[in-house]
């Protein structure tokens, strides 16, 4: 946050981060550095036999891919499941895998078991305003102005590995309801 390193929950609050948010600070994420991931997985390994590590997608993030790259040098006992999922979904994949871990089951089987099921899971968005979306690149600045001065609300998804345009709507309530029959659409058909 402009251009000062900050460790979500230990060197700023999200209150803090909020605040420096609406203040229009410069902000991105990192990912974790190789040398702290590593230096998790040794500590772990001292008490635990496996680990099973979930992290977000790889679509939305690198840090899949460097932990499955660093976890192969600890032959087989950590597992990295890249199950396409982020936020509550990704919650619901480490509850399923401590459900399991409960039932008896082992880590190599929990691990496919998380794979095959990644994709059964869908959220949706509706940004109140476009401002970060600009930011981020996703929104021309010609289009986010348009977008505000008409009330454009886009309806975002993740389902699979990235964040997709779903919908664009006239305000927040018909964003909502475009969600709430999204996920209807989804009980009734995928799930």
């Known amino acids: 946050i402009d251009e000062e390193i900050y460790y979500e929950n230990e060197t700023i609050t999200k209150a803090e981060y909020y605040a420096k948010l609406d203040a229009g600070s410069d902000i991105s994420t990192s990912q974790p550095s190789p040398g702290i991931v590593t ?16 992290p977000m997608s790889s679509g939305l993030s690198g840090t899949c891919d460097t932990m499955t790259m660093l976890a192969q040098e600890y032959e087989g006992r950590i597992h990295v499941i890249d199950n396409k999922r ?24 929990i691990a496919e078991y998380l794979r095959k099921d990644g994709l059964n899971a869908s959220i949706y968005i509706a940004v109140d305003t476009l401002k970060y979306l600009k930011k981020g690149g996703r929104v021309t600045a010609a289009g986010a102005a348009i977008g505000e001065v008409l ?4 309806v975002l998804q993740i389902q699979g590995a990235k964040l ?28």
């Open 86 to 109: 982020i936020s509550v979904t990704m919650l619901q994949s480490v509850r399923d895998a401590v459900a399991l871990r409960d039932a008896g089951w082992e880590a190599k089987d």
């Open 39 to 54: 230096d998790v997985f040794e500590s772990l390994l001292e008490e635990y036999e496996e680990i099973i590590c979930i």
């Open 164 to 191: 997709d345009a779903f919908s664009k709507v006239r305000g927040m309530k018909a964003a909502q309801k475009t969600m709430l029959k999204a996920i209807e659409a989804d009980r009734d058909s995928r799930f």
């Open 151 to 154: 009330n454009i609300k886009p």
